[in-house]
């Protein structure tokens, strides 16, 4: 199911993909200027160091993560959050099983892409 401009998101509508490593996501809504999407990590899943264009933002949902943002780590747990400025090198460590929440300006087109 397409989920550009949902103006109702209702999760158990929306199917997990499968990403490998003990990570999945859900797109949750997205138009030309922004994203949100649902990943679900079991304890140990990485989100392998990278960067990409997108200004971000990610909610921790459930679960504790270790997360690396350039030249910093911290551990985040339920109810935190953090931002990610462009072009900057990130990733995750998931230290107990859980969900990021995570949101793009723009839109990832990679994401949608197949």
């Not at 998101?9 to 490593?21: A, F, R, T, V, Y």
Request: charged fraction near 25%.
């Amino acid at each position: 199911m397409d989920q550009k401009g949902k103006e109702f998101i209702n999760d158990s509508e929306i199917d997990w993909e499968e990403l490998g490593g003990g990570l999945k996501r859900k797109i949750m809504s997205y138009d030309d200027n922004l994203m949100m999407v649902k990943v679900a990590f079991e304890k140990g899943g990485i989100g392998t160091l990278h960067s990409h264009f997108h200004t971000q933002m990610s909610y921790i949902d459930s679960g504790s993560f270790e997360i690396t943002i350039g030249d910093k780590t911290g551990v985040l747990k339920k109810g935190d959050a953090y931002y990610i400025p462009p072009n900057i090198v990130h990733g995750a460590l998931c230290l107990e099983a859980g969900i990021l929440v995570d949101i793009f300006t723009p839109l990832r087109e990679d994401f949608i892409s197949k």
